[in-house]
């Protein structure tokens, strides 16, 4: 059972516009939310995240948005540039429980110049 | 600032050897420390994690096992790897100053067993 889910595997936008990476999760009890990029060959690096008391955090370039009733996030990054290709997961945990992630599947985002 | 370090970076066995990898971070006490695997194509599957010395829970059942013989130290092994044992394994850590509910992750380590 998957209950975190990233339905777009890969994803191209334009140098400069505004990029949206989806995830959508199942299980209700997750109240704190992670965003990670991961280049080839790497380990994951922690991006922004948001717990289920906030509906938006912004960090620079990036901003999660959390839909806590449709059980959806978004990872928005504007503008996009060339380094930002690589591959976005989202992840999900229960607070106060042992912290352990659930991940997504990943998106694999390309940066068009 | 905290690192965390894992070695080797790759590693290519035969079917049927032992493993072992190293994880150690440094720059925090008493963190969680965490063993996932990504294989090809997929995510990131949790295998272990360890709130302290000694502590270990397992995710999945499989041939790998996973120990904390120190406060910053965590060790992957198996006694005979398959060939399904392939992937890319990655371990990660919570705790302060970052705070238990963000795991930072360190380079990983390629496992191909043939």
């Known amino acids: 059972d998957q209950q975190v889910k990233q339905n777009s595997p890969s994803l191209s936008v334009q140098e400069g516009r505004i990029s949206i990476l989806n995830c959508d999760y199942t299980n209700s009890m997750f109240d704190y939310f992670l965003w990670y990029k991961k280049y080839p060959a790497e380990g994951p690096t922690f991006l922004i995240s948001?717990?289920?008391?906030?509906d938006k955090n912004e960090d620079g370039r990036f901003t999660v948005f959390l839909n806590k009733s449709a059980k959806h996030l978004s990872l928005h990054i504007v503008p996009s540039q060339p380094g930002d290709s690589a591959v976005y997961f989202c992840a999900a945990s229960v607070l106060r429980g042992n912290e352990k992630l659930t991940f997504g599947t990943g998106t694999r985002l390309t940066i068009i110049p | 600032s905290q690192t965390i370090h894992q070695w080797p970076a790759t590693l290519v066995q035969p079917v049927g050897s032992p493993l072992s990898l190293e994880c150690t971070v440094e720059g925090t006490s008493n963190p969680n420390l965490y063993w996932y695997r990504q294989a090809a194509g997929r995510g990131l599957q949790l295998l272990f994690y360890?709130?302290?010395?000694?502590?270990i829970s397992s995710e999945v059942p499989q041939n790998l096992s996973a120990s904390r013989p120190q406060d910053r130290q965590f060790i992957l092994s198996s006694k005979k790897l398959l060939l399904s044992d392939s992937g890319f394994y990655l371990c990660a850590w919570s705790g302060f100053p970052g705070g238990r509910e963000t795991q930072y992750f360190g380079p990983g380590t390629r496992l191909l067993v043939l």
């Open positions: 360890s709130v302290g010395i000694g502590q």
């Open positions: 948001i717990s289920s008391i906030k």
